[in-house]
């Protein structure tokens, strides 16, 4: 079992920058594939970024070049820094976990994963 909590939402100006924050606790993170997750209102839960045990990386075409994940094995923290942010950016962002082994695809599909947090708000204003 792992547990997850996300913190770093809030409200923003178009333009503007975040950095979200998934703590991770419970088994050995180093371990997980680790993975961010948005829904707007009355929308999907839709992928937004991944992140391999092994630091291999993959997003969505929507945030290429202006979302960066990475991770802190140390502080068994995953990150997800969003640059040039748009309104269209705006949902509840939900940090994800998968059992996985060091050589593993970048999973993108919400039914990969196993873990989730209780989400954080980000709102970007036009």
């Known amino acids: 079992q792992v547990q997850l909590v996300e913190s770093g939402g809030g409200l923003v100006e178009a333009g503007g920058s975040l950095r979200l924050s998934c703590a991770a606790s419970g088994r050995t993170f180093s371990s997980y594939a680790m993975g961010w997750f948005r829904q707007a209102p009355g929308k999907e839960r839709d992928f937004v970024a991944g992140?391999?045990?092994?630091?291999?990386?993959c997003y969505d075409d929507s945030v290429k070049g202006r979302f960066t994940i990475f991770r802190d094995n140390g502080k068994t923290t995953v990150y997800l820094q969003m640059n040039s942010l748009k309104p269209e950016d705006t949902a509840v962002y939900y940090c994800?976990?998968?059992?996985?082994?060091?050589?593993?695809?970048?999973?993108?599909?919400?039914?990969?994963?196993?873990?989730w947090g209780q989400g954080t708000q980000v709102t970007v204003s036009s």
């Open positions: 994800a976990a998968k059992d996985a082994a060091y050589i593993s695809p970048c999973y993108q599909r919400r039914d990969d994963y196993n873990y």
């Open positions: 992140i391999t045990w092994g630091g291999r990386t």
